[in-house]
């Protein structure tokens, strides 16, 4: 693991995941390249903050 990189494990249930896979699948169609859950997660996560950010300016 890299100095600055942080590992986490959660437990989800089998219809969110299922739910999860359905938009990564999606995802990955609207952009023209194949995502593992890993890119899937990281780049839902992305997503979220930066749109917390367009909703929540700072000062």
Do not use: C, Y
Request: glycine share 2%.
């Amino acid at each position: 693991m890299r100095e600055n990189e942080t590992s986490v494990t959660f437990h989800i249930d089998k219809k969110l995941m299922k739910d999860f896979d359905e938009a990564s699948k999606m995802k990955s169609e609207q952009l023209g390249i194949p995502l593992n859950r890993k890119q899937s997660l990281h780049l839902a996560i992305k997503e979220a903050i930066d749109n917390w950010q367009k909703e929540t300016p700072t000062d």
